[in-house]
């Protein structure tokens, strides 16, 4: 999925809570070696798990201008990884070697916000749709105000709840949202995906 792939955090090489600052720095060293023609790597480029990524002065500054807003932060959000524990510490050390089993296990080991947005984010990159949905359930059911307190630094209201947010990218990014529906349990998620799919197809 490229909301995964080219997700812009991916591009300045940060975790989707990474501090403001972070994110500065890396553009800043990303751009002073491209000016020099030397490519510059980071441990979430993740090579063993997602697809190569092509970096450029116009790329970074893309990926910068797309998390300018808040709303646009939380979205990218719901697609990259959040490292908020210790415990995460430990999984992305696994991770970042290509370990994405020892990384599960750890990750199943807690059901907090930043347990489940990894964990659901595994599940979508082995394709295994079953778990990812039900992680994003109990994510956006339990923890939403929390998530966004993770990536935003303080509790936002948003005119859009996180999984409406969430099932839009999805459906954005070409995915089959009537295969959830077998899965899912939140008649509030199935009777939107109904709206959004069938009825248009209806009419």
Not at 14 to 29: D, F, H, I, L, W
Not at 54 to 62: G, Y
């Amino acid at each position: 999925m490229n909301i995964i792939a080219k997700n812009p955090y991916r591009y300045l090489g940060v975790y989707s809570n990474s501090p403001t600052k972070e994110r500065v720095a890396n553009k800043g060293k990303m751009n002073a070696f491209l000016k020099v023609g030397k490519s510059v790597s980071f441990p979430l480029d993740l090579p063993y798990i997602l697809p190569s990524i092509e970096r450029t002065i116009e790329t970074i500054a893309n990926a910068e201008s797309e998390l300018t807003l808040p709303t646009d932060q939380i979205r990218f959000a719901q697609f990259w990884w959040m490292n908020a524990t210790p415990l995460d510490g430990i999984a992305f050390n696994h991770l970042i070697n290509g370990n994405m089993n020892m990384a599960q296990s750890i990750w199943e080991k807690k059901n907090d916000v930043s347990s489940l947005q990894n964990r659901f984010l595994l599940s979508a990159l082995n394709n295994d749709w079953s778990s990812a949905i039900r992680y994003a359930e109990n994510l956006y059911t339990n923890f939403s105000e929390e998530f966004i307190a993770k990536v935003i630094g303080e509790e936002m209201p948003v005119s859009t709840p996180l999984w409406q947010m969430f099932i839009d990218s999805l459906a954005k990014s070409g995915t089959n949202l009537l295969s959830f529906m077998d899965i899912l349990t939140n008649t509030e998620w199935k009777n939107y995906i109904a709206e959004i799919t069938v009825v248009p197809l209806i009419q």
